[in-house]
């Protein structure tokens, strides 16, 4: 049974430097979901889609299980699984000699990734393209932006509102690197597929099928292997 915790974490600001959002999506193996989010009114994009990455993973520091943590900031990825190692070598310095910008966030970011070395991977889900955790996280972190106070979800999967299914096989490019990010791919093993109430929702976790479904009166259920499995499923239970 996979025991991975799912992390998605997103970033907003107006202006650029102007008032900023940061919002996060964490997925417990058990069935459980917590959503986090916060502002600045002076900030910028990169610092609040650091701060995301930065308060989910302090909110399961004293989890053992591995992390798996989405972001659609390339920033992000490409400086804490990279540049990060450069600018240490020379002392928080850029290539071109110059001073780290938001040092004091790649430090925490980096004390953070440490702790769970071997045990935290990183994923990169293209922004405004459909994904619901993904979309979620930009509502909270646009909200938080505009001086709001979204209510935050802290329950059980079932009834989050949006499934688990992790984006398709997206790669980042290193910089000046020709050609497109490869196309999106289903997930290698499957997921699992459900019908509640007409609505469809797919998870690539038993435990949070699982806590979805449970319990719910005429749920159907099942694991398919890709797009056609899920249109023969649906089909059969008199979606289609």
């Given at each position: 049974m996979d025991n991975t915790i799912f992390i998605y974490s997103d970033g907003a600001c107006s202006g650029n430097p102007g008032p900023g959002g940061w919002a996060a999506v964490i997925f417990f193996p058990e069935g459980r979901?917590?959503?986090?989010?916060?502002?600045?009114?002076?900030t910028t994009n990169n610092r609040m889609e650091m701060d995301g990455a930065i308060a989910a993973l302090a909110a399961?520091?004293?989890?053992?299980?591995?992390?798996?943590?989405?972001?659609?900031?390339?920033?992000?990825?490409?400086?804490?699984?990279g540049w990060i190692h450069g600018w240490k070598k020379k002392g928080w310095l850029t290539a071109a000699g110059k001073p780290v910008v938001n040092q004091d966030l790649w430090?925490?970011?980096?004390?953070?990734?440490s702790a769970r070395r071997g045990r935290l991977s990183w994923g990169h889900v293209k922004g405004h393209a459909?994904?619901?955790?993904?979309?979620?996280?930009?509502?909270?972190?646009?909200a938080f932006s505009k001086g709001a106070r979204p209510k935050l979800y802290e329950g059980p999967a079932v009834g989050c509102g949006y499934s688990l299914l992790e984006p398709g096989d997206?790669?980042?490019?290193?910089?000046?690197?020709?050609?497109k990010p490869s196309k999106p791919k289903p997930p290698k093993h499957g997921y699992y597929l459900s019908l509640i109430h007409g609505q469809v929702f797919r998870d690539h976790t038993w435990p949070v099928c699982q806590a979805r479904v449970h319990g719910v009166a005429g749920a159907r259920f099942k694991k398919v292997a890709g797009p056609a499995d899920e249109e023969a499923a649906l089909k059969l239970w008199g979606a289609r």
């Open positions: 979901v917590l959503e986090l989010g916060g502002g600045e009114r002076h399961v520091r004293d989890r053992p299980e591995p992390v798996k943590l989405y972001t659609d900031s390339g920033l992000l990825i490409n400086g804490i699984k430090e925490h970011l980096d004390a953070l990734a459909g994904h619901e955790v993904n979309e979620r996280c930009d509502v909270i972190a646009v997206e790669h980042l490019h290193k910089p000046g690197e020709p050609g």
